[in-house]
């Protein structure tokens, strides 16, 4: 199993390592996952409160680290390493012996900054910057969205609808006080970093030499690493992985995801380009339009995280899919497609489902979701379920495993170890050509 924990982590810091980090979706919430990535939006806001707190040293010690022999005169009582002073006033008449200086004057070597080792601090300070502007940008809009959908809601949304909006927004809001409390960290080390150089810092890539050794360097020196190359945390992250949860309990939260993410590039290879960021609605749930590259303004394909779809007779029914359950109670798809501009509604459920033995559960989506809006069909109303409900699973075959001859339901075969994106491609086809 580490080698199947090693592929996942792998591809999904590849997108973002915020995606190995537990976020607010209903499987996130129940999972126990913790961070696993060291650029989690957390943990960036906790490096930027790290390196603040030990800049002052930091400083210090490029101080003490390089020191110039600039010859300064001062005042010494004795000859060591020192001339005599040409003041009348430092000379002494000495019976028998004449004129003697009472006071030399010697160098000595004055600590100043090491230019090198401020534009190093300074380029480190730089990635954290712009790491915290992409975070800080994603978390904003994303937050924007939801206030958007809470106030098209007008209030109507009620029970657990209600709730995980609320726990979503709150959860958003707090982290955006975060980030403002990190923006003013970033602001203050910026302005000591100035402040310690009597010229322009300009950042630069290229490390000190010597390299100070104490703690504190070696630590930014890890952390810059993480910065520059995020799989250089990659032997950590799975050492710390594998540490904390021997029975890999955390393995089907980070398949789910992964499976999503192989979802979202499958779309792409058939030329549909996602409308928006795909990490915080992969993150946090929610909806991401997808756009042919000949029409990039025109949604044809829209893609849900783990929708809460309401049951038909709920008040806030349907859900904005246009989908509600037909029993009493709700249902939360993993993965939810709906093409656009079709004669009739048409949707696809994928729900991973990290087993082995071929999964027939997953078919229930299409007795239990319906469209709201009724259909006619041979000149009768009918409310028409889903096209195709599958499962994603990790078997070790190529192509789809259908549960009836219709291909209604079945298993989409995606299995990190030897991941062949035909089989999915393959699967959504007739969803990206409307038929």
Partial sequence: MQDVAAILIRDLAEASSWLLQAGATPAAASSHAEPLGPRSWHAVIEQIIEF?????????????????????????????????????RDFAQLPGI???PLVWLCG????????????????????LDAEFRRASRSVREHLAQVL????????????????????????????????????????????????????????SGRKPWPFPQSARWRRVAILAEALEDPRSELPRRLERLFARSPDFAELPFLYQR???????????????NPLQDLVPVLFLGGRLDFAPRSAPHTPLLTLW?????????????????????????????????????????????????FTLTPSLEKGRYRTRLAFHAPTLIAGTPSFLPPARAFAAQPLARQDCLLHD???????????????????????????????
């Fill in 52 to 88: 603040r707190g030990i800049l002052d040293d930091l400083l210090e010690e490029a101080v003490h680290e390089r020191i110039d022999r600039s010859p300064l005169q001062v005042a010494s009582r004795t000859p060591r390493r020192a001339r005599a002073s040409r003041a009348p």
């Fill in 98 to 100: 004449g004129l003697r």
């Fill in 108 to 127: 000595e070597s004055i600590g100043e900054p090491d230019p090198q080792a401020l534009a190093w601090l300074a380029h480190v300070l730089e990635l």
């Fill in 148 to 203: 958007a959908d809470h106030a098209e809601a007008g209030g109507q949304d009620r029970g657990d609808h209600q709730d995980q909006r609320d726990r979503q927004r709150l959860a958003l809001q707090a982290l955006e006080t975060e980030f403002l409390d990190a923006e003013a960290r970033l602001a203050e080390s910026q302005s000591l970093l100035q402040s310690a150089a009597d010229w322009r810092c300009v950042p």
């Fill in 258 to 272: 992964w499976c999503g993410l192989k979802l979202v590039r499958a779309l792409e290879s058939l030329g549909l």
């Fill in 305 to 353: 995280v783990e929708p809460r779809i309401p049951p038909r007779h709920e008040p806030e029914a349907p859900h904005e899919s246009g989908l509600s359950t037909t029993d009493k109670g709700e249902a939360s798809p993993d993965y939810l497609l709906l093409r656009h501009g079709t004669r009739r509604p048409l949707a696809y459920v994928l729900d991973p489902s």
């Fill in 405 to 435: 001859a219709e291909g209604r339901t079945g298993v989409v075969p995606m299995n990190p170890r030897q991941y062949a994106e035909q089989a999915l491609t393959s699967w959504l086809a007739e969803l990206v050509a409307g038929d």
